[in-house]
């Protein structure tokens, strides 16, 4: 798999994502979102830091139900951080979800990417409301293929991400470089 994701032209059964030459490599894209990942990490990490060290000075166990609000948060940021390392992983080559399947699992690579292009002083707009990846397509390498693809293009100060069916296909469009990737409507489908 990571030789296929490494390529600038990505394809899966003859259906290609064209990346621009500008893009980055799959393996430089995973190493610009890798801080992204470990500032996640950390912000959960003082979560639960800080919830040990109030622990240890009060004795309170109360704190945790007064705190459940802070844990079920952290819990959530974790699962999402989860898939989003795991469709790292396997755009190098180790499948490290298995079988596990997100219905928001394109939106938070999405929000992956809007970070690191916001640390390049660039801002990645995103709709309100994405498609899912089919459940029987490869989530992780839809989702980094779009991730690639928006890369390489991401290039203005400010774009705003446009995703849509329309006549038999999915369509993406950054508004603000004009480029347009048209995908297969056996890739996507609408969240209920």
Same mark, same amino acid.
């Given at each position: ?94 499948? =490290? ?57 991401? =290039?203005?100060?400010?774009?705003? =991400? ?28 609408? =969240?209920?």
């Amino acid at each position: 798999m990571a030789d296929a994701m490494d390529s600038k032209s990505i394809s899966r059964e003859g259906v290609g994502v064209q990346v621009p030459a500008s893009a980055p490599s799959s393996a430089q894209l995973a190493r610009e979102l890798l801080p992204i990942l470990l500032h996640k990490l950390n912000n959960v990490t003082q979560v639960f830091s800080g919830l040990h060290s109030l622990l240890t000075l009060t004795g309170d166990p109360g704190l945790l139900r007064e705190r459940a609000g802070d844990l079920q948060h952290a819990a959530g940021e974790l699962h999402k951080l989860g898939w989003v390392v795991g469709m790292v992983g396997a755009s190098q080559g180790a499948d =490290l979800l298995l079988a596990r399947r997100e219905a928001l699992g394109l939106c938070w690579s999405l929000e992956a990417l809007a970070e690191l292009l916001a640390r390049e002083q660039r801002r990645l707009e995103l709709p309100e409301r994405l498609p899912r990846v089919r459940p029987e397509e490869n989530e992780a390498q839809v989702c980094w293929e779009l991730l690639l693809w928006i890369r390489g293009w991401a =290039l203005a100060p400010r774009q705003r =991400l446009s995703l849509h069916r329309e006549a038999g296909a999915w369509v993406v469009r950054l508004e603000g470089v004009a480029a347009e990737l048209r995908l297969p409507p056996s890739r996507l489908v609408e =969240l209920p």
